[in-house]
């Protein structure tokens, strides 16, 4: 190591854990003027780290069930269940692995004109068998350019997706898995990369040449909006138009009177008396929130006209349940420049998984398990494939009716609040911070699997604060879905 080298050493990845680490990548990234390529760098760091630590969790787990580690059928027999227990005694787990001290150690280093970073595991065990997953994983990724095609040619789950996801996040930066070099000494688990930063120079972007054509075509082919939604819209941007203007357009639809009347008397709006006109609704939920419920209205239908209904309700249950929590945050911190546009956000902002579920569902459930078992985040995992991205194909269905850029960057940002400007940052806040307390909720991720940015966006300084919040929001949400007044 040189005098310019860090050695950080933890056993978990907590938030200062994972603030220390990404404040070091970006001091180093800024002396070689490599800032822009930090969420790449980053991406690549914690997906190493997160396979080594995944590697300490199973030795834990092996531990407390009185498991013969070095026994491979016991291990494969075992293993299969590993990542369903996991997410029900993860804490457990991660008390033996402080007691036990697996740590893991992370290097930054300048070799030549290579920036390198070292991860570093010392097992208490060494299994010749987990080198070998190492090993037949990296030959198999040579083979395919995107994770989907992997998805697709892994028939036995067998594969380490952390580092699938290292290599191709690699690739991202013109560089390959001839990069990455595993060192296996005893018990001591060492992987290597070496950055030439001479050969960094552009970052692959998502774009609309990477979304595979049929997914192109699906979204030509989705109709606009009918007349009557149309006019209701640009009667509402019009600065000149009132409530009776609006009212008269409405009542064309009679599924849009429903849904409205359904909505305001709702327990969102909290009522002392049922509201039986259109009119008297109208002027209650005020013209920007009725123009995003039309939105909302309208998108759903034609979807419902379009797709499989019972994809679409297990999406749109998922979507009530963050238009609820956002709409909740915004009154609870005081939001009330927004409070009239979150709804929408949330109701609209995985409608993106519809289009693809339509032309490949075997795919993006296959993504959504790994994410679930391996902790990795679906955005991550979707940027890697061949064009399944469903918040960019959400945002090319936004841009071809009309959207607002509010609703546009919601439904584009909210698995990355980090890119978005200033003017919309409150909203996708938001947004990301009510998706993320649904899979909170489900365990599906950990606190600190959620942006610091965005916990100290809102002043939420620990886990017990979390809990209160999802306690009172989901008992909102409930009293919202025993209504029946999900908009599909």
Not at 110 to 125: A, G, P, Y
Not at 290 to 316: D, H, Q, R
Not at 404 to 414: E, R
Request: net charge neutral; glycine share 2%; proline share 2%.
């Amino acid at each position: 190591m040189t005098e310019n080298s860090k050695i950080i050493e933890f056993n978990s990845l907590n938030h200062l854990n994972k603030e220390i680490i990404t404040d070091t990548l970006r001091k180093y990234l800024k002396v070689f003027n490599k800032e822009n390529f930090y969420e790449n760098f980053s991406l690549i760091i914690f997906e190493l780290i997160k396979n080594f630590y995944n590697f300490n969790l199973k030795r834990a787990f092996f531990q407390k069930n009185n498991i013969n580690i070095t026994s491979f059928e016991d291990f494969k027999k075992f293993s299969s269940n590993f990542d369903k227990l996991l997410l029900q005694e993860k804490q457990q787990y991660k008390d033996i692995i402080k007691k036990e001290g697996y740590n893991i150690k992370l290097y930054f280093t300048l070799e030549n004109s290579d920036f390198v970073i070292i991860v570093e595991n010392i097992l208490n065990t060494r299994l010749d068998f987990e080198k070998q997953e190492i090993i037949n994983t990296f030959n198999f990724i040579k083979e395919y350019k995107y994770l989907d095609q992997a998805l697709q040619n892994d028939k036995n789950n067998i594969l380490n997706y952390n580092l699938i996801l290292a290599v191709l996040l690699l690739r991202k930066i013109g560089l390959d898995e001839s990069y990455i070099r595993f060192f296996f000494d005893n018990n001591i688990l060492k992987v290597k990369i070496n950055f030439p930063l001479y050969k960094i120079n552009k970052v692959e972007s998502i774009n609309e040449d990477s979304i595979i054509e049929e997914i192109l075509n699906e979204i030509k082919n989705i109709p606009q909006f009918p007349q009557h939604i149309v006019q209701a819209l640009y009667t509402l941007n019009n600065p000149n138009s009132n409530f009776d203007d609006i009212s008269y357009i409405i009542k064309k639809d009679s599924a849009l009177i429903a849904d409205i009347l359904k909505l305001v008397n709702s327990s969102l709006y909290s009522l002392p008396k049922k509201v039986a006109s259109i009119e008297e609704a109208v002027r209650i939920i005020g013209l920007k929130g009725l123009k995003n419920l039309i939105i909302a209205y309208s998108t759903n239908k034609i979807f419902m006209n379009k797709y499989n209904i019972n994809l679409i309700k297990k999406i749109m249950r998922h979507s009530t349940e963050v238009a609820i929590y956002s709409y909740e945050i915004a009154k609870k911190f005081g939001l009330n420049s927004i409070i009239d546009y979150v709804y929408v956000c949330g109701m609209l902002h995985d409608f993106g998984k519809i289009i693809i579920n339509s032309i490949n569902p075997e795919i993006i459930n296959k993504m959504e398990d790994i994410c679930r078992s391996k902790g990795i985040d679906l955005w991550t995992i979707e940027s890697l494939s061949q064009g399944y991205n469903h918040s960019f194909i959400g945002f090319k269905l936004a841009e071809k009716w009309n959207f607002p850029d509010y609703l546009k960057d919601a439904i584009l940002l909210h698995h990355t609040p980090w890119h978005t400007n200033s003017e919309n940052r409150t909203i996708v806040y938001t947004i990301y911070f009510a998706n993320n307390l649904t899979y909170y909720r489900n365990k599906e991720i950990e606190y600190n699997d959620i942006s610091k940015e965005v916990l100290d966006f809102f002043n939420i300084p620990n886990k017990e604060s979390i809990d209160l919040l999802l306690e009172e929001f989901y008992n909102i949400y409930n009293n919202f879905i025993e209504s029946d007044t999900i908009l599909i």
